[in-house]
């Protein structure tokens, strides 16, 4: 068990006056316990408690190589599992539930103790994953190294006539040799690349595309996000002007990233270099994303989250503009907040890259 991260949970949980807080997210158990665990159907739940004995509830069907820390009840397949956490609370009045919960065994809860209120205590956890510390940040930082080398490695298979899925089974195949692990890339040529999350298909590379690759690995529990926007036999003028423009919105808003800086204002300096070249409508979705353990964790860089930028952080900057039935072209980098500004944590190169 990881005691500074539970005590930093305990605090929010204390401001939310919470007896009880349910933890039923496999990610963020594992942020909590160092145990990851995924329990498909069966109840699988991390309960913190202001009363110190913080319990795991498990299925005996799990397998534990070593002690966690934590007091652990088992339940067995069959049994009522609800009725094992209710025996372990005593007088709640506040229960914090995260929002993974499942509703049956909420709904089940309820009718076992409806005397008690119910509270959405998601950033209780939320809040303290969004800001990485040293362990964390370590492994984020070589997960992104990973994928830097995999981009350079993917780079010779880029050839006329390849597939997208041929692609990115390819790049499969590189992470895995990285002792890592894909979760799925985009892989999208030409028109394609104007569908912000498109799916990967069998459209073959040809001498005049685009080729926009966004993806990232698993590297020991944490994940690396990265975009990159070729040009493949040559790049046409109206491309260039679009490619440079995001280029510059990336560069423009990560050179803005200190603490105290509010999240929506990175996402409005980006906005704006884009829209000043009369792309605006064309960036469709917000900046960036938080991550660490999940690809997208809680927090988000947009127009509408005025929450200030702290030491720690790690997300996205991803401007993109697609130009539906062209092209599109995004540029996308995870930064981590320092001190007193940032850390690109990808070095891959943002030029023009014709192959």
């Not at 069907?61 to 009840?73: K, S």
């Not at 809040?127 to 981009?151: F, G, H, P, T, Y």
């Not at 679009?242 to 999240?263: F, Q």
Request: proline share 3%; glycine share 6%.
């Amino acid at each position: 068990m990881n005691n500074d991260r539970i005590q930093e949970i305990l605090d929010l949980m204390e401001e939310a006056r919470l007896d009880y807080f349910l933890i039923s997210d496999p990610q963020s158990i594992a942020y909590c316990t160092g145990y990851y665990n995924d329990p498909h159907e069966r109840m699988f739940v991390f309960m913190v408690s202001k009363h110190g004995n913080h319990t795991l509830f498990m299925n005996d069907l799990f397998y534990l190589e070593h002690d966690l820390g934590v007091n652990i009840v088992w339940h067995k397949d069959g049994q009522d599992a609800i009725q094992t956490i209710v025996n372990e609370m005593h007088f709640p009045g506040r229960i914090g539930i995260d929002k993974n919960w499942a509703s049956h065994f909420l709904l089940d809860l309820m009718k076992k103790l409806p005397n008690a209120k119910y509270i959405n205590a998601s950033p209780c956890v939320d809040l303290v994953r969004m800001k990485k510390d040293l362990q964390e940040q370590v492994l984020m930082i070589e997960s992104s190294k990973i994928n830097d080398a995999v981009m350079e490695e993917i780079i010779p298979f880029i050839q006329e006539g390849v597939s997208e899925k041929q692609l990115a089974k390819k790049l499969d195949e590189l992470f895995f040799n990285h002792h890592s692990t894909c979760y799925g890339a985009i892989v999208a040529f030409g028109k394609n690349a104007a569908d912000p999350h498109h799916e990967n298909d069998d459209t073959l590379l040809r001498k005049g595309n685009c080729v926009l690759i966004d993806m990232g690995c698993v590297y020991k529990g944490y994940c690396s996000d990265m975009t990159r926007t070729f040009f493949y036999g040559g790049i046409r003028e109206d491309e260039m002007k679009v490619y440079e423009t995001v280029k510059k919105a990336n560069e423009a808003a990560e050179a803005m990233i200190k603490p105290g800086v509010k999240l929506s204002d990175i996402d409005k300096c980006a906005r704006k270099v884009i829209s000043d070249e009369s792309y605006g409508q064309y960036f469709t979705h917000r900046l960036g994303h938080f991550i660490g353990r999940d690809v997208h964790e809680y927090g988000d860089v947009s127009s509408v989250n005025d929450m200030e930028v702290e030491e720690g952080m790690i997300f996205s900057i991803e401007p993109g503009v697609y130009l539906e039935g062209d092209f599109g072209v995004r540029v996308e980098d995870l930064v981590m907040v320092t001190q007193d500004g940032c850390q690109v944590l990808n070095s891959f190169t943002k030029d023009i890259y014709i192959i």
